[in-house]
């Protein structure tokens, strides 16, 4: 079975974010960039499966301008087969790369997809969503657990007061939550090993996918500064402050 694991390159999460001077997004220039690691996640994953025989290879696919390379190359270095570039210098949003990944599924013919349930940088938590709209397969969200049995897959998610198990026929779509795995490092000689390993360079018009963007960014700005807080010596005083502000009546 194939693992198809789309990556996305973003803002490192150590990094703070910095607000471009005219309001019209985030600057990106001369900061460290890293893949999504709910991606990072899916790619250990797949790995994971391949180690134990259920899958025969690990894809690694990434929609974004020429440096998203990088990205592939360590998904490469952590134990994927192989790798694919849609490159594009577009802001691709989340519909555009549902129809993307949906043509790269057309053509590998996957039997697993894995992605991570949404990026660090929009946290939008839509493309796997749209990929299994547009594919019609069955979908598993916010994964912290997955078992391929035969031609099925039981997908563990959390949800409120517990732990819900969905088994999906295959071909599926999984995407990652946090706890599904911690991701292995790359060693040295992998990352050596995986110059070597094959990446295709396409681009969204190989796939006939308009990446025009439907959705307008009116501005971009820093969070409100969070004002000192105050200490109480009791109740009494507390509700009196809650009082004053209207808070409390």
């Known amino acids: 079975m194939k693992i198809l694991v789309p990556v996305k390159r973003?803002?490192?999460?150590?990094?703070?974010?910095?607000?471009?001077?005219?309001?019209?997004?985030?600057?990106?220039?001369n900061v460290k960039m890293s893949m999504n690691p709910?991606?990072?996640i899916g790619i250990e994953e797949a790995?994971?499966?391949?180690e134990k025989g259920v899958a025969t290879e690990v894809v690694a696919v990434s929609v974004g301008p020429a440096k998203a390379q990088e990205t592939l190359r360590t998904a490469l270095a952590m134990g994927a087969d192989r790798a694919i570039l849609v490159q594009t210098d577009d802001e691709v949003e989340p519909l555009a790369l549902a129809k993307i990944f949906k043509a790269i599924a057309d053509a590998e013919a996957?039997?697993?997809?894995?992605?991570?349930?949404?990026?660090?940088?929009?946290?939008?938590?839509?493309?796997?969503?749209?990929?299994a709209a547009l594919t019609g397969w069955a979908q598993g969200t916010f994964a912290s657990?997955?078992?391929?049995?035969?031609?099925?897959?039981?997908?563990?998610?959390?949800?409120?007061g517990g732990l819900e198990t969905v088994k999906l026929k295959l071909p599926a779509i999984v995407t990652t939550d946090l706890r599904l795995n911690?991701?292995?490092?790359?060693?040295?000689?992998n990352i050596m090993k995986a110059k070597s390993k094959p990446l295709d360079t396409k681009s969204p018009a190989d796939y006939g996918v308009d990446t025009a963007p439907r959705v307008k960014t009116?501005?971009?700005?820093?969070?409100?500064?969070?004002?000192a807080g105050v200490k109480v010596a009791d109740v009494d005083e507390l509700v009196a402050k809650l009082k004053a502000m209207g808070v409390h009546s």
Request: net charge negative.
């Open 218 to 227: 009116v501005k971009v700005s820093e969070p409100p500064v969070r004002s």
């Open 110 to 131: 996957p039997g697993l997809v894995i992605l991570g349930k949404q990026a660090i940088d929009g946290d939008n938590n839509q493309t796997g969503q749209m990929l």
């Open 10 to 29: 973003v803002l490192d999460y150590n990094v703070k974010p910095r607000v471009k001077a005219d309001g019209s997004g985030v600057d990106l220039s």
């Open 47 to 50: 790995i994971r499966l391949k």
């Open 182 to 189: 911690e991701p292995r490092y790359a060693s040295l000689p």
């Open 38 to 40: 709910f991606d990072e």
């Open 145 to 160: 657990a997955v078992a391929v049995e035969g031609d099925h897959v039981a997908v563990t998610r959390e949800v409120d």
